[in-house]
Nanobody, 120 residues
Framework: QVQLVESGGGLVQAGGSLRLSCAAS????????MEWYRQVPGKQRELVEG???????NYRDSVKGRFTISRDNAKNTVYLQMNSLKPEDTAVYYC??????????????WGQGTQVTVSS
């Protein structure tokens, strides 16, 4: 099986920073695209940022210039550096990854989520 485990969430004041991590473990051939989503209660989960296996990133307009996605392929880990946090960034943050497991083909896996709370 494959697991994605997020860490790094917490409570921070507006203007502060947090760094989220998401590590993939298990038996697989390689990790493809990885993404960070966030969800507020009562709203749909929304894409924050994504990064390809080659390191190309795309950003949501509301976080451009504040959030930076990166990955370490040797560690099968994706990171989300969040700076200049705002109260509206408060949400549960989830990562996902396209996992290639040989004969099974590419499959999408999700982490369990980590809470980020930004106080004003």
């Amino acid at each position: 099986q494959v697991q994605l485990v997020e860490s790094g969430g917490g409570l921070v004041q507006a203007g502060g920073s947090l760094r989220l991590s998401c590590a993939a473990s298990g038996v697989f051939f390689r990790i493809g695209d990885m993404e960070w989503y966030r969800q507020v209660p009562g709203k749909q989960r929304e894409l924050v940022e994504g990064i390809t296996s080659g390191g190309s990133a795309n950003y949501r307009d509301s976080v451009k210039g504040r959030f930076t996605i990166s990955r370490d392929n040797a560690k099968n880990t994706v990171y989300l550096q969040m700076n200049s946090l705002k109260p509206e960034d408060t949400a549960v943050y989830y990562c996902n990854a396209v996992v290639h497991r040989g004969g099974f083909g590419p499959q999408l896996y999700w982490g369990q989520g980590t809470q980020v709370t930004v106080s004003s």
